[in-house]
């Protein structure tokens, strides 16, 4: 890595400084023609690192998206304010497209777009608050946003969490389930009116849907059957049949609609919910995408003009693959959306003032 390769590099000039003729050590130019020479080999080694890095985990975001011109584009992110959707916000806005950051912390999306350098004098990057473990607030932000803007051309499910102990909801339903998918279901069903009649929606979706059994049937898990690898698995196995279904209501549409896995390990705040996962992504990081790279097969599917006229396909490494059987399976895709339609209209009907009352008491 680049720490080891410095500390290599000091010893090295150390070495030599130690055993420099005496002159040579009095000697200012001499002492300047070595930093001159550490700053150039770094420069060399930096470069020679990001191409090594490049060829072995791909493009970045902004290689991707460097030849497009999305002035006339609005894309709303979910999780915006961190790791990969705060990188895909950068890429984006720098290509002139109006970004509606969707997070549950404004303030942190504020700083993190400041941080950028994409904050200032920018006022086609908009904020809107949503936390996703409440219908409610996603309604209140979706309410927000049909208020205030006119149409979507980009969606970009981002948003997710994992490694969390188990816990419900203020909808009583396990939190990743509903975090990693059900609401950004419920925010994609609430501004659909204004979605462009090209729109595309990308659901961030992840490799480690491959790892579930076959017969999984519950999908909010209950706590007796809860690992946080499994609930996170299933959530996103529900954002690739998610796709299936929406690809087949947009059949007759110019609507698309597709999955990006953005790679494994990919050091971001992801892991931060449990030590040993943190660890873990510290260890892999020299072996995995940087952010940077995370961010190219997402915007890949938003932006790329090459996947015109083609919908519900899945992406890595910014090619075509074939998710898993399961995810594959067309009659488990309506079964999921009638489930989730269930659970929505459950969760979102209007309370009697016997539950409302019971509702202000908790
Ligand atoms: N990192 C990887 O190796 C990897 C691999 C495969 C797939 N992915 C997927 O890539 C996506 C982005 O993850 P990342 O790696 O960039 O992680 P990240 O930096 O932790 O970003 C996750 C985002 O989701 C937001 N979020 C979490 N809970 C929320 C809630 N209740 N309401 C609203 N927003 C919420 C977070 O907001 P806060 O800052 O407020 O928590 C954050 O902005 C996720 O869907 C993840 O599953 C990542």
Known sequence: ??????????????????????????????????????????????????????????????????????????????????????????????RGCAVLMACRNTYAAGAGARAQSMWENNHRLRL??????????????????????????????????????????????ETSFQVNYLSQIYMLKNIEQILAPDARVVFITSESHRSLIPTEDVVSLPESKYTSIKAYNISKLCGILAMRYLSYCWLKTSKSVFCAHPGSFVKTRLCRNWQPYELLYTLMAPF??????????????????????????????????????????????????????????????ILTPEEVKLDERI
């Open 1 to 94: 890595s680049r720490e080891v390769m410095d500390k290599a590099m000091d010893k090295a000039l150390n070495f030599l400084w130690a055993n420099a003729p005496l002159n040579h050590k009095l000697d200012k130019k001499y002492l300047s023609t070595i930093e001159k020479n550490k700053s150039i080999l770094g420069d060399v080694i930096k470069v020679a690192q990001n191409r090594i890095n490049a060829v072995l985990y791909g493009p970045t975001g902004e290689e991707i998206t460097k030849d497009l011109e999305l002035a006339d584009k609005t894309c709303l992110i979910t999780g915006a304010n961190s790791g990969i959707g705060l990188e895909m916000t950068r890429c984006l806005s720098a």
């Open 288 to 349: 995995s995408k940087n952010v940077k790279q995370a961010a190219s097969t997402p915007l890949y599917c938003a932006t790329s003009p090459a996947l015109a006229g083609l919908s519900n396909l899945y992406f890595k490494e910014c090619a075509r693959a074939e998710p898993s059987e399961l995810a594959q399976d067309s009659h488990l895709a309506f079964r999921l959306h009638d489930l989730t339609e269930d659970i929505i209209r459950d969760r979102t009907r």
């Open 128 to 173: 809107y608050e949503t936390n996703l473990a409440s219908l409610r607030s996603v309604k209140k932000c979706c309410d927000q946003i049909l208020q205030a803007e006119k149409k979507i051309d980009i969606v970009i499910l981002n948003a997710g969490v994992f490694g969390l102990p188990w816990t419900l909801t203020v909808d009583m339903l």
